[in-house]
């Protein structure tokens, strides 16, 4: 009878391990779905006059964050500057990391969790 209810509990151990990397495995392709489908948007949200240029060599010019960071609002939160960096191909790790970053520089300054504000170079406090 032991045996018996040690058998079955494996048995449902291995059935819930296998549901559980099916699951994975689906939502990591949702996931990639999602992000291709926001790069898109990104795309189709820009106004005329931000078009995708391309140089005589067919290469485009690569824009680093710091660009990325000069076409945010005066006040912006943690989440439009991963939209913004969706085609930089950045880990949201190293995105956060960038805001941490520039925080401790003075380049912007830390609201509240998750927003931020430009900081001007005048040095100028703004409230």
Do not use: C
């Amino acid at each position: 009878m032991l045996m018996d209810l040690n058998a079955a509990v494996l048995k449902s151990i291995d059935k819930i391990k296998k549901a559980i990397s099916v699951k994975a495995s689906e939502m990591a392709r949702l996931e990639n779905e999602l992000k291709r489908h926001e790069a898109v948007l990104e795309l189709l949200g820009r106004n005329g006059s931000e078009k995708i240029r391309s140089t005589r060599g067919g290469r485009r010019r690569r824009m680093d964050l710091g660009e990325i960071l000069a076409r945010l609002p005066e006040r912006f939160t943690s989440r439009d500057f991963f939209k913004a960096a969706v085609k930089m191909k950045k880990s949201p790790v190293y995105l956060r990391q960038t805001l941490s970053r520039w925080a401790r520089q003075g380049k912007i300054k830390r609201l509240e969790r998750g927003k931020y504000r430009k900081v001007g170079n005048s040095g100028a406090k703004r409230r």
